[in-house]
């Protein structure tokens, strides 16, 4: 499974964008994650970009932007590759 989220704007309206982008369809199956190690660093990344946006000034414009790739060769969660960009 692949996914990313990109948004560009003031902190709060990339906040508010990132976080719809991470709910579809990202959240549920059968569009979404099915795999609960998917889900959890999907939520692991998304908590921690809201955490880095919260430290700069409101009005500043911010382009984030965060992607990866999980697969099951070798079972559920088996390997996961995340990059996550801020500026």
């Known amino acids: ?3 990313s989220v990109r948004a ?3 902190v709060v309206e ?4 990132i976080e719809k982008q991470f709910k579809l369809p990202l959240a549920d199956a059968p569009q979404g994650l099915i795999d ?4 959890q660093t999907v ?3 998304s908590r921690l970009i809201d955490q880095c946006l919260r430290t700069f000034d409101p009005a500043h414009l911010v382009t984030v932007s965060a992607h990866g ?7 559920p969660g088996a390997y996961q590759r995340v990059t996550v960009e801020i500026s």
Not at 14 to 17: G, I, L
Not at 36 to 39: F, G, M, Q, R, V
Not at 69 to 75: E, I, K, P, T
């Open 1 to 3: 499974m692949s996914w």
């Open 8 to 10: 560009t704007g003031k």
């Open 36 to 39: 609960e190690a998917e889900k």
């Open 14 to 17: 990339v906040q508010a964008e």
């Open 43 to 45: 939520y692991l990344v």
């Open 69 to 75: 790739h999980m697969g099951s060769s070798g079972g």
